[in-house]
């Protein structure tokens, strides 16, 4: 059975940083894109960045364009989401996502198969 576990999340001041981790287990992701969405409030999930599996190729969303940086260990099974300069607005619930669509990081909700429970970040100001 595929898992996906997110951890690291918390709360943070304005312009704080944190580092979201998401293992998977059950198989490996290793030739394949992995994803981080988050879902405020009120508000649909969105995409937040996503990662070739040689982590060579990264998509951001334009919101964490420069903030945040997704990277990825392959013999961890793992993917992270480094999330610096942090501002109330990215205060949401943040999931991982795995797919076994392979190619170019993917933005897509439907391109994933695999989905976390997901983790909270509060940003306070």
């Known amino acids: 059975q595929v898992q996906l576990v997110e951890s690291g999340g918390g709360l943070v001041q304005a312009g704080g940083s944190l580092r979201l981790s998401c293992v998977a287990s059950?198989?490996?992701?290793?030739?394949?894109?992995m994803g981080w969405f988050r879902q405020a409030p009120g508000k649909e999930r969105e995409f937040v960045a996503a990662?070739?599996?040689?982590?060579?190729?990264?998509y951001y969303a334009d919101s964490v364009k420069g903030r945040f940086t997704i990277s990825r260990d392959n013999a961890k099974n793992t993917v992270y989401l480094q999330m610096n300069s942090l501002k109330p607005e990215d205060t949401a619930v943040y999931y991982c996502?795995?797919?076994?669509?392979?190619?170019?990081?993917?933005?897509?909700?439907?391109?994933?198969?695999?989905w976390g429970q997901g983790t909270q970040v509060t940003v306070s100001s």
């Open positions: 059950g198989r490996t992701f290793r030739n394949y894109p």
């Open positions: 996502a795995a797919t076994l669509r392979g190619g170019l990081p993917k933005s897509g909700q439907n391109d994933y198969d695999y």
């Open positions: 990662t070739a599996w040689s982590g060579g190729t990264t």
